[in-house]
Every structure is written in structure tokens, then in C-alpha cells.
């Protein structure tokens, strides 16, 4: 036995970089292998039951599956030095919210700026890829290999509805939430003050390890939010920082009364551009759930996701893949948001209603998901 963490991961990976980023900063002990590795393939993705990343192996040999199940390991074992859930009930509600738009609500943006500006990213990501790819293999094995994986997330991206005709309004709808952000970053270092939280991990996944590290859209962040290009490292460093930022705001969190309109300003973005796209989801798998049979329902019955919603975002109609881990995010937020008190219910919705996201406090499922064996099912 060893006191040490196993992070099985890849550079290049979303979600491996918002566990990476806080085992740093919260000095857990660990160290990183490239998933391709034949341990990889025939003993962890076996044991989670398919090839995903991050997986965390504990130093009983236990396995964690899914950034946010990590992340909440690592808070209930007590490495979390300030806690990324805010006191606040109400402010928690935010931070889920922030958690689910971050990790799930920015990947047309993350996926088009990866896949579709091969010219300028095409090298950057044949090297990234090596990490998944298997061990030893000679240069020319591992091209027909590293197609085949790119192949599968070029596919990825158009059931996320990256397709031509979306490709200007998806870099419009990107370039607008770099400069909220931006313009938010101005006075704090984080999403909510002085510390980092959940939701700045949710965000944190698609602009850090596509959009900040994949060289198309690493120059646009640099050249036009380098406060968000700031806060990416920020984000990623195991020592604290006492620049600028950090100064000006302190340790701590601001308050619930304090949010500031810039804030306000990156939730009326969430509303126009994510919840049109999750209540066309929670529709969907209404519907999809009122035909299935039970047995169906359970843990690894499904696939990633259920089939495909059609919704009108930014003027076009299109079409996405509905997968149940949203959900699960999703009734986070819901749950947070029921557990407060009736006048701490009250000022979070007048707060969602002035910035126009007041549906999603009230989208559901049928039945919930939950998740068992690393694997997402219906209760
Ligand atoms: N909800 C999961 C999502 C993980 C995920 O989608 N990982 C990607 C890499 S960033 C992956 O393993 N994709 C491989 C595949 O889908 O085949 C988490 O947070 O861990």
C-alpha cells in the first residue's frame, strides 16, 4: 500500500484537468499515467466498466470515476483547503449552476476550436493524443490509431452541434462569454471572490484544457481575455498567487448580497445559451422515459446518451445528443435549490427570474439518475 493517488488521465482531456487542478492546489499526493497504458486498458477500464477518463485509484486500490464524484472524494477525505462548496446555501445554488453550464454547456465552443482549425492545431493535438494512444507503438503504427480516436471526436462534436452552418455562431456566442468572463475576472480571481469553487471547477474543464491549451484558441484568449487566460493558471497551480486580483478580494467569498452585475450578466448568457438546449433535453428524456421498460433502466443499460433533441439556439434549429450525466448535474442544482429555506427560495428566484434563468430551478426528470458502479442509470 502506498499513501499516494493514481490519476489516470490525458493532457488533453476536459474533465482530467478539473480533477488535475484541484489535487494540486489541495496537495494531494499523487501522480499522473497516461491512459493508453496497457494497465489502463486491461485493469481500470474493466473495473469502471468502459474507456473513460479521469479515473482516480485510491491508496486502498479503490477506483473513482467522473470529475465531480473526484472532487467530491477528495472534500469528504478532507484535503480541500478551503471548501469548494460556498457556506452560503444560496451561493452553492450558484455554484452548481456554474457547474453544470462549465462542464457541460461550453462544448460546442471546446469541440469546434479543436477540430476545426486543423492547420494551426492538427500537430498540437497528434502529439496530445500519444497519451491514449497504447504503449510502444513505432511512429507510423500510431497515426491509423490516432485517427480512428480523432475520427470518434470529430464525431463527438457534430452530435454536440458543431455542423458549418454553426461554426460563426458558435465563435460569436464564445468570443461574447470570454469578454463577460473577462470583465468579471477584472475585480476578483475567482468566480465568486477569493477562492476557487465549484463552479469555477465546472468552468475551469473547457477553458482550460481545450480552449487554453489547444493553439487556435489559446492565441484568442490571450490576445482578447488574458484574465481568463490568467485564471486558467491560476487555476492549475499548487502555491497561491498574491497578484492583483487575489489582493483586491480577499480570501474569502463575497456574499450572496453582494454578487456583483457581472456575475448577472454571465447568467443572462447561461439563459440564452444553454437553457433553451436543457430543458429541450429534460423534454426529451420525459418522453424517451415514459416509453421505456424498467429492466432497461439500469446502470450500464445505457449508453452515453438516449438520442437526440432538436432545439432553436441563437436562431438555428438544431439537433444534440441527450445524455443522462446532465441530469445528474442538473438535480445538483435542483436539490440545493429545495433544501433552502422559504425567504432563501425567494431572493434565488427573484435573482433567477431578473436574469431570466427562473425555468431551470423547475426542470426534471421523471425519475432521477443516479450514478452506480462509476456507471449512470434511472432510480
Ligand atoms: N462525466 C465524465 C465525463 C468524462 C469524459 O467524457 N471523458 C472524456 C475525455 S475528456 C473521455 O474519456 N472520452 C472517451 C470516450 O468517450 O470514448 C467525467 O466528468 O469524468
Redesign the pocket.
Known sequence: MTDQYTLYG?AA????GKVRAYMRRNHVPFREVKAGGEHFNTVVAKAVGR????VIETPNGDYV????DILDHFESQGFSQSSIYPDDPKLRVLAHLFELFG?EGILRAAMHYRWNFDETNLKFLRMAFEDVLPDGLTTEEREPVFLHASG?MRKAAVAFGVTPDTFETIEASYVELLSLFNAHLEERPYLFGGAPTLGDYGLFSPLYAHLARDPKPLHLMQTTAPRVFRWTERMNMPERVHDEAALKAGQGLYTFEAIPDTLKALMRFIAEDYLPEITAHIEFANEWLAEQDAPQLKPGALG?GIGMATFDWRGHTIRTAVMP?RFYLLQRLTDAFEALDASDKAEIEALFEETNLAPILRLKTSRRVIRENHLEGWA
Open positions: 490525458m482531456s476536459l474533465y482530467t474507456w473513460i477518463v479521469p470515476q467522473d470529475g465531480t462542464g470518434r452515453r450525466y
